[in-house]
């Protein structure tokens, strides 16, 4: 299985000549989903195991050597190596020292989605800081804001399985560049088409999807919320709800009715830069075509109100009764179906064991500039309060806010590339450059965080690793087999954190656990031999190894032609997990918590509308690479050539550029209070005007070191804590 972050979780097929050498990697045509196809990166995925450039040794930084940006190619200048056991020794050493003297919560471990296997994204690591009381961190990065929302609306992640796609007869991708990275639904949207069903997109970009489209509306971005709330005006003001699902399957319509009169074409307008008339058009067709699929995807999330947004768009779908068809509905993220034992596998009752004797402080990933900074605590108002996995017995089985914690003395990174990622790109140098921050990170490559690292450590990629994961974009459980050995020293991470828990004296047998019982203990695998999680209870690990997938129970029986098949049709039928067990409009939970229960549009602070737009009047888009994976990929040549025509480019509407004396090709210089970066100017008139957009790259690969994140901030969403990396004013100049 492909572990990178993207909800096609692709079957993938290694061919491994004689020597134990990778000469060949495929897409697995044995894979519905799959379809014996892989995307542009990961069918050059040879050139990333085999790249000249992979980090294969223990790497220590030499001393005198200053934490700082270091120059491509001349990183390992800064290093030298040492064995496993040197390292191991010494990192468990200094962790120690720093425990005892600024107590456990001053450990900090940084890590998403640079692997989303089971036991890669989160297993052995999680236990090894749980029994170490380190602090915890809130992986709000990317999706929280919109997970978070779907889930006050429908109670579970779920949505219509990507093979239903190919039946509906109008596609809506809002936020979605399914051809760029969801490529895998691309099929099923080309066949719909062939039917005559019609693609919509919206997106501030134009994607590769967008020029795909049959129409491509360039929303500007954060006004998402408006747009859904004038569409549900229209629905409404013209009758176009379906009644009957309505009064059997949700709660607060009402209320919800009565809100959305004062979202009229005409005011949603002005927000959205859209005509009246093109709400008015849009939501007639997404209301009177069926089947009509919502594929709603975390870019619109990432802005001030992306939480609300999301909460907004994922309701049209109730509106209409789009889930009572096959081929109809949608969806965010379908993880909600895999309910992997993950308490078996975290071991959050490991932080009882630790010094703490309850579970450690949260700390935002978001916020990891503030959490750095040399200034005392350096946790001020950090983290959500929110925990991973429960605890039920005991003292303190809640942890505290980041408040009255010890400052971070050490941070450790695996599975992310913060000095690249991370919003307020300048905040976090400035912290990762403590000369009394301990940083080690386990890493493939050296990037914008290996520079400020006191050790580096060999990861393996997914070919030299076994782990086991279900998707966010169908309904397939996976068993990633190790395709060949790890080339160098490169380690896993249960391998890593295994070995660490060992080193620091910690003497559960948990430690010592090998990845296949690890793969039992994700699926829960009872007596039997038989998994016990819920929908996963006819899969067996003999199986899994046979077949390399197999399809959830409930999808199981209701493939496409599947013989006496019933469509899986998500929140159609049963009792939702939901306070009133329905789809609710108006939220319970958010009214539990003192808000609105309704939803309602406001713009960002940082948008046209915001004060601050005085003086950055542009909305900045730092936007992903279809070639990348974040930052993953951003190293490869073969890769950057793919990307070339966008590569350290600053588009702009041209009325915009015109109004600041800048044309096509000019060096330009882009900056707010945060930071500035330089890039070389690209008119684009599918841009709103009003918005620029610069694609997020390494830091390293720009002369003047600096990335998109150098302007972005650490401001959180409204729901779920996360980061708003597209709500974010600049001005640009020539420079
Ligand atoms: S990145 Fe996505 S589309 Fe590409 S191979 Fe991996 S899972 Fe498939």
Same mark, same amino acid.
């Given at each position: 299985m492909c572990s990178h972050d993207c909800p096609d979780s692709c079957g993938v097929l290694v061919t491994v000549d004689g020597t134990g050498r990778a000469v060949k990697v495929q897409g697995d045509p044995g894979h519905p989903v799959t379809q014996g196809f892989l995307c542009g990166k990961v069918a050059k995925y040879l050139d990333r195991v085999y790249?000249?450039? *992979?980090?294969l040794y223990p790497l220590k930084r030499k001393s005198g050597v200053a934490k700082g940006p270091l120059k491509r190619g001349e990183e390992h200048k800064a290093f030298e190596r040492v064995s496993w056991d040197e390292a191991l020794d010494s990192i468990a050493e200094r962790l120690r020292a720093v425990a005892e003297e600024f107590?456990?919560?001053?450990i900090l471990p940084y890590s998403y989605a640079?692997?989303?296997g089971q036991l890669g994204y989160g297993s052995m690591d999680r236990r090894f800081f749980h029994r170490l009381g380190a602090s915890q961190l809130d @992986?709000?990065?990317?999706s929280e804001a919109g997970g978070e929302a779907w889930k006050l609306v429908y109670g579970k992640k779920l949505g219509t399985?990507?093979?239903?796609?190919? $039946?509906?007869k109008l596609v809506v991708a809002w936020g979605a560049n399914i051809h760029g =990275? =969801?490529?895998?639904l691309w099929p099923m949207i080309e066949q719909a088409r062939r039917a005559g069903g019609r693609l919509i997109v919206i997106d501030p970009y134009r994607t590769r999807t967008a020029a795909l489209a049959d129409w491509h509306i360039a929303i500007r971005p954060g006004t998402d919320g408006a747009l859904a709330l004038g569409m549900m005006r229209v629905i409404l003001n013209e009758g176009l709800e379906d009644r009957a699902f309505i009064a059997e399957r949700t709660h607060g319509f009402e209320g919800l009715a009565e809100r959305v009169k004062e979202y009229t074409p005409a005011r949603v307008a002005e927000w959205t830069g859209m005509t009246a008339a093109e709400i008015e058009g849009l939501a007639r067709e997404y209301a009177t075509t069926w089947p009509t699929a919502l594929r709603v =995807?975390? !870019? #619109?999330? /990432?802005?001030?109100?992306g939480g609300e947004a999301m909460r907004t768009i994922a309701m049209l779908p109730a509106l209409t009764g789009?889930?009572?068809? /096959?081929?109809?509905?949608?969806? $965010?993220? $379908?993880?909600?179906?895999f309910e992997w034992d993950e308490d078996a596998l975290r @071991?959050?009752?490991l932080a009882m064991a630790s010094p703490l004797k309850r579970l450690a402080r949260t700390v935002n990933m978001c916020e990891l500039g503030e959490a750095l900074?040399? @200034?005392?605590? !350096?946790?001020? !108002? $950090?983290?959500?309060?929110r925990v991973e996995g429960t605890v039920?017995?005991?003292?303190?089985?809640t942890g505290p806010r980041a408040l009255d914690c010890p400052p971070v003395k050490a941070l450790f990174v695996y599975n992310s590339n913060p000095g690249a990622v991370a919003p307020d790109q300048n905040a976090v140098r400035r912290g990762l450059a403590r000369t009394d921050l301990f940083t080690v990170v386990h890493e493939q490559f050296f990037n914008d965080t290996t520079d400020y690292a006191d050790y580096v450590l060999p990861a393996t990629t997914f070919l030299e690793h076994t782990d086991i994961q279900g998707a966010y974009g169908h309904y397939y459980v996976g068993l990633s087999e190790q395709a060949i050995e790890p080339p160098g020293e490169a380690r896993s991470n249960v391998w890593l954190f295994g070995q660490l828990g060992q080193r620091m004296g910690f003497?559960?047998?948990?430690? *010592?656990?090998?990845p296949e019982e690890m793969v039992k203990q994700a699926l829960g695998i009872g007596t039997d031999g038989h998994s016990q999680n819920p929908g996963m209870e006819h899969i067996t690990l003999e199986d899994l190894k046979e077949r390399g997938h197999i399809p959830l129970a409930f999808h199981r029986n209701a493939l496409?032609?599947?013989? !006496?098949s019933e469509p899986f049709l998500p929140y159609a039928g049963e009792k939702l997990a939901t306070p009133s067990g329905k789809i609710e409009f108006d939220s319970e939970v958010l009214k539990a918590r003192g808000s609105d229960g309704l939803p309602r549009f406001k713009p960002p602070?940082?948008?046209?509308?915001?004060?601050d737009a005085k003086r950055y009047p542009l909305e900045f888009l730092s936007r992903k690479a279809d070639n990348y994976m974040n930052s993953t990929f951003a190293n490869l040549d073969g890769h950057r050539k793919m990307e070339a025509?966008? =590569?350290q480019r600053l588009e702009m509407h041209p009325a915009d550029a015109a109004a600041r004396g800048i044309g096509e090709g000019d060096a330009v210089r882009i900056w707010n209070d945060r930071g500035e970066m330089r890039l070389t100017a690209m008119l684009n008139a599918? #841009?709103?005007?009003?918005v620029v957009a610069g694609k997020l790259d390494w830091?390293?690969?720009?002369a003047d070191g600096a990335n998109v994140n150098a302007l972005t901030s650490q401001r959180l969403t409204d729901?779920?804590?996360?980061?708003?990396?597209?709500s974010t004013l600049v001005e640009v100049g020539k420079g």
């Amino acid at each position: 299985m492909c572990s990178h972050d993207c909800p096609d979780s692709c079957g993938v097929l290694v061919t491994v000549d004689g020597t134990g050498r990778a000469v060949k990697v495929q897409g697995d045509p044995g894979h519905p989903v799959t379809q014996g196809f892989l995307c542009g990166k990961v069918a050059k995925y040879l050139d990333r195991v085999y790249a000249p450039e *992979r980090v294969l040794y223990p790497l220590k930084r030499k001393s005198g050597v200053a934490k700082g940006p270091l120059k491509r190619g001349e990183e390992h200048k800064a290093f030298e190596r040492v064995s496993w056991d040197e390292a191991l020794d010494s990192i468990a050493e200094r962790l120690r020292a720093v425990a005892e003297e600024f107590g456990p919560e001053s450990i900090l471990p940084y890590s998403y989605a640079g692997t989303i296997g089971q036991l890669g994204y989160g297993s052995m690591d999680r236990r090894f800081f749980h029994r170490l009381g380190a602090s915890q961190l809130d @992986r709000t990065i990317c999706s929280e804001a919109g997970g978070e929302a779907w889930k006050l609306v429908y109670g579970k992640k779920l949505g219509t399985p990507p093979e239903d796609y190919a $039946l509906a007869k109008l596609v809506v991708a809002w936020g979605a560049n399914i051809h760029g =990275n =969801n490529v895998h639904l691309w099929p099923m949207i080309e066949q719909a088409r062939r039917a005559g069903g019609r693609l919509i997109v919206i997106d501030p970009y134009r994607t590769r999807t967008a020029a795909l489209a049959d129409w491509h509306i360039a929303i500007r971005p954060g006004t998402d919320g408006a747009l859904a709330l004038g569409m549900m005006r229209v629905i409404l003001n013209e009758g176009l709800e379906d009644r009957a699902f309505i009064a059997e399957r949700t709660h607060g319509f009402e209320g919800l009715a009565e809100r959305v009169k004062e979202y009229t074409p005409a005011r949603v307008a002005e927000w959205t830069g859209m005509t009246a008339a093109e709400i008015e058009g849009l939501a007639r067709e997404y209301a009177t075509t069926w089947p009509t699929a919502l594929r709603v =995807n975390y !870019g #619109l999330q /990432r802005t001030e109100y992306g939480g609300e947004a999301m909460r907004t768009i994922a309701m049209l779908p109730a509106l209409t009764g789009a889930w009572k068809h /096959r081929g109809g509905g949608g969806g $965010l993220s $379908l993880s909600g179906a895999f309910e992997w034992d993950e308490d078996a596998l975290r @071991r959050p009752d490991l932080a009882m064991a630790s010094p703490l004797k309850r579970l450690a402080r949260t700390v935002n990933m978001c916020e990891l500039g503030e959490a750095l900074e040399e @200034r005392g605590s !350096g946790v001020s !108002g $950090l983290g959500s309060g929110r925990v991973e996995g429960t605890v039920t017995e005991g003292p303190g089985t809640t942890g505290p806010r980041a408040l009255d914690c010890p400052p971070v003395k050490a941070l450790f990174v695996y599975n992310s590339n913060p000095g690249a990622v991370a919003p307020d790109q300048n905040a976090v140098r400035r912290g990762l450059a403590r000369t009394d921050l301990f940083t080690v990170v386990h890493e493939q490559f050296f990037n914008d965080t290996t520079d400020y690292a006191d050790y580096v450590l060999p990861a393996t990629t997914f070919l030299e690793h076994t782990d086991i994961q279900g998707a966010y974009g169908h309904y397939y459980v996976g068993l990633s087999e190790q395709a060949i050995e790890p080339p160098g020293e490169a380690r896993s991470n249960v391998w890593l954190f295994g070995q660490l828990g060992q080193r620091m004296g910690f003497e559960e047998a948990c430690f *010592r656990d090998t990845p296949e019982e690890m793969v039992k203990q994700a699926l829960g695998i009872g007596t039997d031999g038989h998994s016990q999680n819920p929908g996963m209870e006819h899969i067996t690990l003999e199986d899994l190894k046979e077949r390399g997938h197999i399809p959830l129970a409930f999808h199981r029986n209701a493939l496409i032609g599947h013989s !006496g098949s019933e469509p899986f049709l998500p929140y159609a039928g049963e009792k939702l997990a939901t306070p009133s067990g329905k789809i609710e409009f108006d939220s319970e939970v958010l009214k539990a918590r003192g808000s609105d229960g309704l939803p309602r549009f406001k713009p960002p602070t940082e948008s046209r509308w915001g004060e601050d737009a005085k003086r950055y009047p542009l909305e900045f888009l730092s936007r992903k690479a279809d070639n990348y994976m974040n930052s993953t990929f951003a190293n490869l040549d073969g890769h950057r050539k793919m990307e070339a025509q966008t =590569n350290q480019r600053l588009e702009m509407h041209p009325a915009d550029a015109a109004a600041r004396g800048i044309g096509e090709g000019d060096a330009v210089r882009i900056w707010n209070d945060r930071g500035e970066m330089r890039l070389t100017a690209m008119l684009n008139a599918h #841009l709103p005007a009003g918005v620029v957009a610069g694609k997020l790259d390494w830091g390293k690969m720009n002369a003047d070191g600096a990335n998109v994140n150098a302007l972005t901030s650490q401001r959180l969403t409204d729901i779920g804590a996360g980061a708003t990396f597209y709500s974010t004013l600049v001005e640009v100049g020539k420079g």
